[in-house]
Structures are given as structure tokens and as C-alpha cells.
């Protein structure tokens, strides 16, 4: 299937109702609409199975709600250029992207789905994941082993492996809701044709009557990925469940971190008001220091911060015999929000960027103390992020998902034709730019841009050895940023470059590679021609020119 990424240069793209809408080009802040939906649609086999499914009540587009977003980049370039003969040429983002559905409601025909085009040039698609019969739930038994009930939030790791928590609860805002099949976790490998390389059913021992699971963080500590450690919240139970990978076995743990606050259960969002007293719900991992790595949390009703060394949950032993004391072990923010916090995501180097239900983006960077000083606003929308729900880095991008999820707690009848579901995608470093977040050598950042947009503008118009007669393609495959200080503090960048260009001719077919390093001091590119520079890894013959 080709990957599908909105390249459009125009305004806003009309909104379709009863249809999924991709939206390009609309920017709010600094985060921008991706995709967006009225409401749902799925790749039905047929016109006529869509109408059958709508007319038997196993679909309802209304009740099928898009809580979380994951994105799997593919190979490791970050661009595909092609010529097809011409001057022009197109980009296109090799990156499969998922959305979960939670059977929340009656009449949701798929609960884990990957986004698709549609037969519409502006619309897209819910194609079920890994297809229709995993997703598809029996009148009679259902078979849970090979069944996915109802997925919250997934994530996906650096490794390609694709993790996704089963509830196993059918309608969970009806109530009608009812436990169809035990949690389980489900791992999928992406690299390698969908394969489920693990399914893991949790101990009936640790899933209680009330019990949700609704997130996941995933802990890599080898380069192979099997020493991996997942983090899964019980919001309704109030427990973190640890789940070894190399074991394969998991425990629960207990402590009075994960609690709400009764005081913070009521939430107004577009003038909808709701009580959740919902614990343990946002995760994010810091960065690894000297083998270990705390794991930020904190329960939805509530407007605290809390951590723990993640070698404390590894423990199994410590929690064996429920709660222990975790003063001194897991520990709590002095100071507080504005409001309260649903889902968070932290970055490489440990800024915490968390979704506030006053439709707002916060961050704040661990090297300061979690206080109101050092958490800063910095994006905002009451239209586009109503209900933020879901949340992920990826690559130098958070990606989140705005659900109107508020809606969905009352009788309220709703606009059938206004957005109801949006993706939005901002750049980590444009969101923190700034502010108090972001601990970088300043430079100016739009010259940081103009400066790859230079690089690859060059390879593609002036790379003589490729003729404009023959197709061909280029791929960057990588782009790094180094901060250093040189004489006297001098701010100093180095950018590192690679990548690959291919000649396709039918009676001559050739592969350059280059790898290129560029210095900026104070923002000034100083070696500009950087091509002519460039350490060519794959010598290759070609025309007589300049070779590149």
C-alpha cells in the first residue's frame, strides 16, 4: 500500500459530512490539522456491506470515537524525492499511521485501525488492524484469543514492535458495558509483514471488576529489545501493571500516587460539564542516566506531577505482597498545575510536554523544578484541541489526537456536521522555542531550516552527474543538529548530513552516497559548498562533470 501524506499547497479543504476529512495547510500555533473527521468511515468491502452494517446497527458512525494516534516511519530515510524524466519532483513520507477506536459505545466495527486513503482525493479511511476478522466481534462466542475487543492507546518502539492493550470490555460508557474477554497485550512486528510476535493474557489475580487499562509506555534497555519493560495504567483501579517482556510475566503495583483527587474530579470543556474520578492515566520516560530512568505519571483527576526510578518497578519482588511505602521511592511535585493534565509524552532529552483540558499544550524540562515558574503554555485552541487524548513523539514531531471525548459523557447533541476528530502534528522544537522548556545553544532557528532546504534544493538542481533525461531519486536519510560552544563560548553548529542519490536509466543505472558535515557559528553557514566537500562512500563512473 503507498503511504498517504497530505502534500497540498492550498487553504483549508471543504469539509465533508458523514465523511473523513484530510485537512493540509491549516496551521493553529504551532501545531497543524493533519488529518480530520466529521465522523469515521471504514474500508468496507462494498457500498453495500457499509449500508448492511449502518442498517443492522454494527456500525454507528456517531458512536466510533478516535482516542490515540501512533506512527511507524518505515525505512530509515526521512525523505524520497523522484524524477520521473522531468524537472519536477514531489516528496513523499514513507509512515503508516494508526488510530484507536474504543468500542466505547454500540455499533464500532473496528478498534484499532490504520489510516488510509479514500475514494475521494481529500478523504481518508479507517482500514481495521491487522484486518476486518481481528476485529470483528461474534453475536455468539467470541474467540479471544484471536478477537480485538477494545484498544484505549498503543505505542509504538524504536524497534518497529507495535504494543497494543485489549481491554477485553465491551460499551464502556453505556450501561450495558460488560467484560467480554480478559486484557491481554497484543505485539506486533511492523518490519515484518504484521506478525504477532507475542499475546500475553493477564492474570485474572491482577484485573479487578473496575479495572481499565487505557495507556502504555514501553522501556527498551538492549539494542535487540529483549530486555523491555511495559507500564500499563489501571485508571479505574488505580494500579500501574509492569509487564516483562523477557519473563513474560507481569505484577501489579499499588500506591497511593496513582489516586485522584476527589477535589478534581469536575471538568468543564465547550461548556460541557462532567465528574471522572479517573487515577493513573498520562506516562512519559525520561531519558536513561547511569542505567536507570524515572517514569513521570499522574492520575487525570489531579494536577500534580508524579516519578519513580523505573529499576524500582522492575523490582517484582517489592511488590509482592501489595502496597509498600513509597515515600522516598516515588515521589511528588511541590507545586501544581492550572489545570488538569490527560496524556504526556517526553522528549529524548527531557522535556515533559503534557495536554491540559483547557485545550492547551504545557511543557517543562527536568532540569528545573516542577513549579508553576517553569511550566509554560505552548499551544492553544478551543476549536482544533478540545479533549487532547491522545499523545507521541516521533522523530523531531508530537502527534496528537483531539477527540471531543467531553460529548460522549452526556445526552448532549452535537453539530452532525462540525470536526469532531482531528490529528494535529507540531515540531518539538518550534512548540518550545522560547520558552523556559528549551535549554539549547540559541541560534536562529530559521536558518537552521533554510539551511537543509538549501542542501537538498542543491543536490536536486545542481548534482550534475544526474542527468535531467533519466529517472532518478534522492533520499536524505538523516539530519542532526550538534550544539557546541568553540573559542571563547562562541555558539557553534554542526550538521550532519547523509543520504543517497540513484540514477534509474534503462542502459545506465548508478548510486552515489554522500555524507556531509557543515559548521554554523552564530547562526552563519560558513562552508556552504558542502556538496563539493562531501566524503563519497559508493564511487561510481559517470558522465564527465563535476562529481558531487
Known amino acids: 500500500m503507498l503511504p498517504y501524506r497530505c502534500r497540498c499547497g492550498g487553504g483549508l479543504i471543504s469539509t465533508l459530512v458523514a ?51 501512533d506512527i511507524f516511519q518505515g525505512p530509515s530515510e526521512e525523505k524520497l524525492y523522484f524524477n520521473m524524466g522531468s524537472n519536477s519532483n514531489s516528496a ?7 488510530v484507536t477506536v474504543p468500542r466505547i459505545k454500540p455499533g464500532n466495527p473496528a478498534s484499532i485501525a490504520e489510516v488510509v486513503p479514500g475514494d475521494l482525493p481529500s478523504s481518508v479511511l479507517l482500514a481495521p488492524y491487522p484486518n476486518w476478522k481481528a476485529n470483528t466481534i461474534s453475536e455468539d462466542t467470541i474467540n479471544c484469543d484471536d478477537t480485538i475487543v477494545s484498544v484505549f492507546r498503543t505505542k509504538i518502539d524504536y524497534l518497529g514492535r507495535f504494543w497494543v492493550v485489549d481491554v477485553g470490555t465491551l460499551d464502556q460508557f453505556e450501561m450495558t458495558a460488560r467484560s467480554v474477554c480478559p486484557p491481554k497485550l497484543l505485539i506486533f512486528d511492523l518490519k515484518n509483514g504484521d506478525r504477532v510476535i507475542k499475546t500475553y493474557k493477564f492474570p485474572s489475580s491482577q484485573v479487578k471488576d473496575v479495572s481499565l487499562f487505557t495507556n502504555i509506555e514501553v522501556d527498551i534497555r538492549d539494542s535487540k529489545g529483549r530486555n523491555t519493560f511495559a507500564y500499563i495504567t489501571d485508571t479505574t483501579a488505580y494500579k500501574l501493571v509492569v509487564y516483562d517482556f523477557k519473563n513474560d510475566e507481569s505484577w501489579v503495583i499499588d500506591q497511593a500516587y496513582f489516586y485522584p483527587y476527589p477535589n478534581k474530579a469536575h471538568f468543564k470543556i465547550k461548556g460541557v460539564n462532567f465528574d471522572l474520578m479517573d487515577g493513573i492515566l498520562g506516562l512519559a520516560l525520561g531519558p536513561i542516566i547511569k542505567n536507570d530512568r524515572k517514569l513521570y505519571f499522574h492520575a487525570f483527576a489531579s494536577i500534580r506531577e508524579s516519578w519513580v526510578n523505573t529499576n524500582t518497578l522492575q523490582n517484582k519482588s517489592l511488590f509482592q505482597n501489595g502496597l509498600i511505602d513509597g515515600s522516598g521511592t516515588f515521589f511528588l511535585s511541590s507545586e501544581v498545575r492550572e489545570t488538569q493534565s490527560s496524556i504526556e509524552v ?11 483540558m483547557d485545550n492547551s499544550l504545557g511543557c517543562w524540562n527536568i532540569q528545573d523544578p516542577f513549579t508553576t515558574k517553569y511550566t509554560h503554555t505552548i499551544y492553544k485552541s478551543d476549536e482544533d484541541f478540545q479533549f487532547p487524548s491522545g499523545m507521541k513523539i516521533v522523530g523531531d514531531k508530537v502527534w496528537a489526537v483531539s477527540s471531543q471525548l467531553q460529548n460522549h459523557f ?4 452535537t453539530n452532525r456536521k462540525s470536526v469532531k476528530y482531528r490529528v494535529l502534528v507540531g515540531r518539538v522544537d518550534e512548540l518550545i ?30 548534482w550534475r552527474a544526474v542527468p535531467d533525461t533519466e529517472p532518478w531519486s534522492y533520499s536524505r536519510m538523516s539530519r542532526v543538529f550538534e550544539d557546541k560552544n568553540g573559542a571563547h563560548q562562541t555558539p557553534v553548529k554542526s550538521l550532519v548530513l547523509t543520504g543517497n542519490v540513484n540514477v534509474h536509466g534503462h542502459s545506465k543505472s548508478a548510486s552515489l552516497s554522500y555524507d556531509c558535515r557543515m559548521s554554523m557559528i552564530n547562526g552563519q553557514l560558513k562552508n556552504r559548498d558542502c556538496l563539493g566537500k562531501s566524503r563519497r562512500r559508493n564511487r561510481v563512473r559517470r558522465d564527465p562533470g563535476p562529481q558531487r
Open 19 to 69: 465523511a473523513a476529512v484530510l485537512v493540509c495547510g491549516v496551521v493553529a500555533g504551532t501545531m497543524q490539522v493533519e488529518y480530520s473527521w466529521v465522523y469515521v468511515d471504514y474500508t468496507f468491502a462494498s457500498p453495500n456491506h457499509r449500508e448492511s452494517a449502518i442498517n443492522s446497527r454494527k456500525f454507528i458512525p456517531e458512536n466510533c470515537v478516535i482516542l490515540d494516534v
Open 92 to 98: 513523499v513520507t514513507k509512515q503508516r499511521v494508526f
Open 346 to 356: 517526553m522528549t529524548d532529552n527531557g522535556v515533559l510536554i503534557y495536554a491540559s
Open 410 to 413: 452526556t445526552t448532549m447533541v
Open 433 to 462: 522555542k522560547r520558552t523556559g522548556c528549551d535549554k539549547r545553544t540559541r541560534f536562529d532557528d530559521d536558518n537552521d531550516e533554510f539551511l537543509v532546504e538549501s542542501f537538498d534544493d542543491n543536490i536536486l538542481h545542481e
